[in-house]
């Protein structure tokens, strides 16, 4: 069964149409569109939320976000940066437009009591860094899709791909996660490899050190548990065609089941400290604490 959380995948597609190398990636393009959520990084110390306004407002309806705003009550960002969320991405397109580049990085100003015109980064995200396919003739297959968490949110889908296919082998798609409404990306992405021993050595490995500028990150690969799967040990006779809610991420097993199935295979030696993943509401694997009755 289909997977929405795939993109279709138009078989024109090919890796060297969608690479663009980092240091010569332009943010001028024509017709790119872009997440209404941008990062600012580098404020000064001293700047506030009004201050940040004034100096992004000329482009639109704007707001100002930071971690842990409304529980700190703070008028300042605490670490230096900030997320614009402006209401029409036509608001971002504006603000790149008008922003000086330097090698792969664009720059705004901002002003606070103490500094006048310091240079603030602006980390757009493009929406069609979401997805890279190596191969759109090649079928994507869903069991062999890993799930990364914790991806560092600049980090783009080929990025991902030529890491992954570095580490375990041949990868012929990668996407990042994003914020529904936003088209942020949320710190996770998926891969798919293009055979079962890469696919096997990723899950294995359990974790995997992600790079991405000043950032370096060790993240968990887990399956990718899918929604809407009929058991695989009893084609769905034994829960009356309901899907199945239990995945077993075990090598020995990577199959789905229903309750019935689940308790009979994980009874029998060596099999009996399994542990099953759901998905949850976030699209990530969760691991279940499960009881025998």
Known sequence: ???????YIDPSYSALSLVKPANQFSFLDSGEVYSKKVFVGGLPPDIDEEEILASFHKFGSVLVDWPHKAESKSYFPPKGYCFLLFEDEKSVQALVQVCAVEGSKIYWHVSSP????????IRPWKLSDCDFVVDGAQPLDPRKTVFVGGVPRPMRAVELAMVMSRMYGPVCYAGID????????KGAG?????????????????????????????????PYVLEDQICDECQGIR????????????????QYYCDQCWAIVHSTPGREFHKPLVKDGADRPRTMPFRMC
């Open 1 to 7: 069964m289909k997977d929405r959380s795939f993109p």
């Open 239 to 254: 829960s009356g065609g309901k899907h199945a809610p239990y995945f077993c991420a075990n090598v020995v097993c990577l």
């Open 114 to 121: 103490t500094m006048k015109d310091k240079a603030v980064q």
């Open 178 to 185: 994003t914020d529904p409404d936003l088209k942020y990306p």
């Open 190 to 222: 998926r891969v798919t490899f293009s055979n079962q021993q890469s696919f096997l050595s990723a899950i294995n490995s359990r974790f995997v050190q992600l790079q991405h500028g000043d950032i370096d990150k060790r993240v968990e690969v887990k």
